[in-house]
């Protein structure tokens, strides 16, 4: 006989569960959830121990890295995925915590009781030797996990349940929970931290002590507290056994999603996604653009199932932009606010089966913070570099700029916990999906796995001779900002004979363009027509699109690295920040068009 044939005929000795004993069972645990809550009262050796900073840098004494998604058949998805989903959510009440040294961490007073109230589903629990779906199941992954390694870190099991039977044997130390009653409670003499990270395919929990490593309480390292013997099991969504009374077919039809939480959509992003925009498995969620805000609810579209959900936050977000718009430091902080808005509307769409995901790279750090991405695979489409190489670029800008200039270059910052959030988000990533080519170098450079995109050429027909009216027109395709090179600009042009258009707002410093013959027109101005170079020397740009328009027609575009965009026909590119070689290359290209 064959090991899978012993195991279903071992699995069919097993009787079935009955109601009368599911409800004897739900009676005897009230009694000792009562009993345990009671003796708990009078005891204050362990309480919920708070996270903290202490010993983030001390030695790892050890570790424990356990499968997510690979202790359950596919047709059991819908339980597997409820066990990462419950495994997200405890972790917050546990990573980073410090114990103080002769203190008691218990795993039920760190985590409290885990209700649907407080996020968590149903996941797979054992239960009188089958696989049950339960509220919270599937926490003793994370049980385990601290039992073994705290056994290898000398750490004293002040109490300690094995189970019935084991799903799987993986050689960790086994350890159950029931609330309130099975607990697992641990003891050291030291001071010690506990980490729990959840990766895309990983459980990792870690032990920090500043004490070197010690035998465990049994002198094996834990060995006699390893499971030894793992029992066949039945389970509710796997069995033929449909005269059972947890018997749940509907289960198994759960199959795993893919979450799509789009807040920027570019011509180069739709492309990149047009393959997937008619699949089964796929969700989208986005925020009202454009003229969505003018249809009626009911016209929205149907794939795009987030659409009405993320209104409220949308339409707050963009309130508190027009409200901050000419707030002098503000500006970026609104950002910040409607990107945390979008980001918690968001996590409220996404559900436990949602095993992969396409992000924003907006919404990314405060998902991150959220800690909706752990046990996930996503990919993020960036348009920007990261929040802290911003600010790094701009304060190098800083250095060499005047009073007024440095004033400006200084709006762009964000709190530095949120800085660290979007990194580690980012470097966890599957990929980073971009078309700008200065974001794809910053990666590339640091081993993280790049897509890039070709930029989407808007449809402009070239174009042709250009009127000689005057001296050359010189575009400016931006704000007058300092990181977008205003400064480096007006230096560029003194003493030139050249007319300046700046297509975007004005400058709040009136000696800016000072000698300089300035005109002020919009986007929607003829200066496409009228150009004889495009020009945008920015420390920082996101969104070329002036400039891609400029090439597409043929114009002559005068660009730093930092636009994003590759050596192409009419382009030149020039050093952020260098006042000279900007000025040569104006030079050149308004005494060829003249």
Not at 185 to 211: I, K, N, P, T, Y
Not at 488 to 517: F, K, N
Not at 581 to 591: G, K, S
Request: proline share 5%.
């Amino acid at each position: 006989m064959n090991d899978l044939a012993r195991d279903l005929a071992s699995t069919a000795r097993l009787p079935l569960p009955t109601r009368a004993g599911a409800l004897s069972f739900w009676l005897r645990s009230r009694a000792f959830i009562l009993l345990r809550a009671l003796r708990d009262l009078g005891d204050r050796s362990h309480r919920r121990w708070p996270r903290g900073h202490a010993l983030a840098e001390a030695a790892v004494l050890a570790e424990s890295r356990t499968p997510l998604w690979r202790d359950g058949r596919g047709d059991e998805f819908a339980l597997v995925a409820g066990k990462v989903h419950n495994l997200r959510v405890a972790l917050r009440a546990f990573d980073g915590v410090v114990v103080p040294a002769g203190a008691t961490l218990s795993f039920w007073r760190q985590l409290g009781r885990p209700t649907a109230l407080r996020g968590f589903v149903r996941g797979r629990e054992l239960r009188g030797g089958c696989i049950v779906p339960v509220v919270a199941g599937g926490l003793c992954q994370l049980s385990n996990a601290l039992a073994d390694v705290a056994a290898r870190a000398g750490i004293a099991f002040v109490e300690r349940h094995a189970h019935s039977a084991r799903v799987g044997d993986d050689g960790a130390i086994d350890a159950t929970v029931f609330w309130n009653y099975v607990d697992l409670r641990l003891r050291a003499a030291h001071a010690w931290r506990l980490e729990v990270q959840l990766g895309a395919d990983a459980l990792v929990v870690r032990v920090r002590a500043d004490m070197p490593v010690r035998a465990a309480p049994d002198d094996d390292g834990g060995a006699s507290l390893r499971s030894r013997a793992v029992r066949p099991l039945r389970g509710c969504l796997t069995c033929a056994e449909a005269a059972c009374f947890r018997h749940e077919p509907s289960l198994r039809a759960a199959h795993a999603r893919e979450a799509w939480l789009l807040d920027a959509w570019t011509p180069e992003f739709a492309a990149h996604l047009a393959t997937r925009t008619g699949a089964d498995d796929v969700d989208r969620h986005a925020p009202p653009t454009g003229a969505q805000w003018r249809q009626p609810w009911r016209s929205q579209p149907r794939t795009w199932v987030g659409a009405r959900a993320l209104r409220a936050a949308s339409l707050r977000r963009l309130a508190w932009l027009r409200w901050n718009a000419h707030a002098q430091g503000r500006r970026q902080a609104a950002i910040v606010d409607g990107e945390r808005w979008i980001a918690a509307a968001f996590a409220r769409r996404l559900r436990p089966e949602h095993d992969r995901l396409v992000l924003a790279q907006g919404a990314l750090p405060h998902l991150h913070r959220l800690g909706v991405l752990g046990g996930r695979r996503y990919r993020v489409l960036a348009n920007a570099l990261p929040m802290a190489e911003i600010e790094r670029r701009l304060d190098a800008a800083r250095r060499g700029a005047g009073e007024a200039a440095a004033a400006t270059l200084a709006d762009f910052r964000v709190d530095a916990a949120l800085r660290e959030a979007e990194q580690l988000a980012l470097h966890g990533a599957e990929a980073i999906v971009t078309a700008h080519a200065e974001v794809a170098r910053y990666w590339r450079a640091r081993g993280v796995t790049v897509q890039q995109l070709s930029w989407s050429m808007p449809a402009v027909a070239p174009r042709g001779a250009v009127a000689r009216l005057g001296a050359p027109l010189v575009v400016f395709a931006a704000s007058a900002l300092a990181r977008k090179g205003a400064y480096e600009l007006a230096a560029a042009l003194r003493g030139l004979r050249v007319r300046l258009r700046v297509l975007g707002s004005r400058s709040a410093d009136a000696t800016l363009w000072q000698g300089i013959e300035v005109e002020h027109a919009g986007y929607a101005s003829d200066w496409l027509e009228q150009a004889c170079v495009v020009v945008l020397p920015a420390h920082v740009e996101h969104a070329p699109r002036a400039l891609l328009r400029a090439l597409a027609a043929g114009v002559p575009v005068v660009a730093t690295p930092a636009c994003g965009i590759d050596a192409t026909p009419h382009l030149e590119l020039v050093p952020a920040g260098d006042v000279e070689a900007l000025r040569r290359a104006i030079m050149d290209r308004t005494v060829e068009a003249h």
